[in-house]
Each structure stands twice: as C-alpha cells, then as structure tokens.
C-alpha cells in the first residue's frame, strides 16, 4: 500500500508560478516511478510528467515541457512539480501518482512506461488570464 497526499495547489494568474508537493508513505520502496497527472472540467485525465525513481529519469507532455519540472527529495519521500509560466489552460485538478511493484492497487494507468497504480485526491490549480 501506498498513501499519497498532494499540496500546493492555489489560484494564481497567468505567467505565475505554482509548485505542487506530494508526500508519499507506506510501501514507497516498491515504486519505480512517479508521476503527476491533471483531470480539467469535461475533459479526461492526462498525463503531465513523469520520473523513473531510479535513475531520475524524465518525461513530459508536449504541453508543458520547458515550463514544468518534476523532481524529488533525496529520500525519495517528496514528489514535487514546478510549475512555471501558468497559462489558464493550465487550469485542472492535478493528482499525484506512484507506480508501485507490490500486488494491489487501483486505477491502473499506463503513462510513459510505467504503469501507475496509487493516486492521491489532487489538488487544484486555478489559472486566470
């Protein structure tokens, strides 16, 4: 089992910045990637960016590559995502994902070569123009 819990998320105009945090517990050792997605009114869930946790590896949607950085701390506790240069269609409920090696989980989501299988309840980012 793996227990995520995103923060971070506000209101903000466009050309801002936010950074989203995503604290992980449980069965952290088991995930060999991380990752944030973004769920916009009406429109499906999308894959934003995503991190091999072992070799720090990166990969990002069109939309947001050179203005989001994903990252996380040393003890592989702590997801974050930078998020610079907001543009209003930046707007969405942004969840944080683990893609975990143990039996379980939910949801599965294949997204740049991980299979994510733990969500958290997101947090939303607001965009105005």
């Known amino acids: 089992q793996v227990q995520l819990v995103e923060s971070g998320g506000g209101s903000v105009q466009a050309r801002g910045s936010l950074r989203l945090s995503c604290a992980a517990s449980g069965y952290t050792y088991g995930s060999y990637c991380m990752g944030w997605f973004r769920q916009a009114p009406g429109k499906e869930r999308e894959g934003v960016a995503r991190?091999?946790?072992?070799?720090?590896?990166?990969y990002y949607a069109d939309s947001v590559n050179g203005r989001f950085t994903i990252s996380q701390d040393n003890a592989k506790i702590t997801l974050y995502l930078q998020m610079n240069s907001l543009k209003p269609e930046d707007t969405a409920m942004y969840y944080c994902?683990?893609?975990?090696?143990?039996?379980?989980?939910?949801?599965?989501?294949?997204?740049?070569?991980?299979?994510?299988?733990?969500w958290g309840q997101g947090t939303q980012v607001s965009v105005s123009s």
């Open positions: 991190m091999f946790t072992g070799d720090g590896s990166t």
């Open positions: 994902a683990a893609a975990n090696t143990g039996a379980g989980g939910y949801g599965h989501t294949r997204y740049a070569g991980c299979t994510f299988n733990y």
